[in-house]
């Protein structure tokens, strides 16, 4: 079965609709009105080998805050809805990455219970005109609604545009590396016998 979803979320901040396919090849289609966050969305679907789809309206005469955040509402519960039960995949993912001067490490387990460790400081708090605190936001927002543990760490860095792409494409492969499918083991991938 193919493992994609659609997500529709509309509030008086934002009007966003997301469509995930878990098994994709990289395609995008994304206009959020932020272009540093389309940047970094088209980097985490291109390293995971998702096509995502993200169209957003949000307050952006206030700042870009409520538009990312809901986004990774989106995209964490667009995470949870495509990988279904759970069953055949691998749960687990990680993944070491360099960008230029900067080092990431990212590990995930798509367990069903939220947890974030984000240990990632910003140099700079402004990349352009978006703020750099967004991209933790960004990730909790995610993990929270895909129901896992993510632990982002930022060996070192200098660059905070640097910090970031490292982080939007290491999340991604670990994700990647997590969601496929183990052919070894078939069923749940938990002693409990859900996740």
Same mark, same amino acid.
């Given at each position: 079965m193919p493992r994609t979803a659609t997500i529709d979320r509309s509030t008086r901040e934002t009007q966003i609709h997301l469509e995930l396919n878990l098994d994709g090849s990289g395609q995008i289609n994304l206009a959020t009105g932020v272009g540093f966050f389309d940047h970094m969305l088209e980097l985490l679907a291109r390293h995971g080998c998702f096509d995502l789809t993200v169209q957003a309206k949000g307050d952006l005469h206030v700042d870009a805050h409520h538009t990312v955040e809901d986004v990774g509402i989106c995209l964490g519960?667009?995470?949870? #809805? +495509?990988?279904?039960?759970?069953?055949? @995949?691998?749960?687990?993912?990680?993944?070491?990455?360099?960008?230029?001067?900067?080092?990431?490490?990212?590990?995930?387990?798509?367990?069903?219970?939220?947890?974030?460790?984000? #240990? +990632?400081?910003?140099?700079?708090?402004? @990349?352009?005109?978006?703020?750099?605190?967004?991209?933790?936001?960004?990730?909790?927002?995610?993990a929270a609604n895909a129901l896992c543990n993510l632990h982002v760490n930022i060996q070192y860095g200098r660059n905070t545009h640097h910090i970031s792409e490292a982080i939007f494409k290491c999340a991604a492969r670990a994700l990647r590396m997590a969601v496929e499918t183990d052919p070894r083991q078939p069923g749940i991938p938990s002693t409990k016998g859900s996740l």
């Amino acid at each position: 079965m193919p493992r994609t979803a659609t997500i529709d979320r509309s509030t008086r901040e934002t009007q966003i609709h997301l469509e995930l396919n878990l098994d994709g090849s990289g395609q995008i289609n994304l206009a959020t009105g932020v272009g540093f966050f389309d940047h970094m969305l088209e980097l985490l679907a291109r390293h995971g080998c998702f096509d995502l789809t993200v169209q957003a309206k949000g307050d952006l005469h206030v700042d870009a805050h409520h538009t990312v955040e809901d986004v990774g509402i989106c995209l964490g519960q667009a995470i949870r #809805n +495509a990988l279904g039960d759970k069953k055949g @995949i691998r749960r687990y993912g990680h993944f070491s990455l360099p960008m230029e001067e900067t080092l990431c490490h990212t590990a995930i387990d798509l367990s069903g219970r939220y947890y974030l460790v984000f #240990n +990632a400081p910003m140099p700079s708090p402004k @990349i352009g005109d978006f703020d750099s605190e967004l991209v933790e936001d960004f990730w909790q927002a995610v993990a929270a609604n895909a129901l896992c543990n993510l632990h982002v760490n930022i060996q070192y860095g200098r660059n905070t545009h640097h910090i970031s792409e490292a982080i939007f494409k290491c999340a991604a492969r670990a994700l990647r590396m997590a969601v496929e499918t183990d052919p070894r083991q078939p069923g749940i991938p938990s002693t409990k016998g859900s996740l």
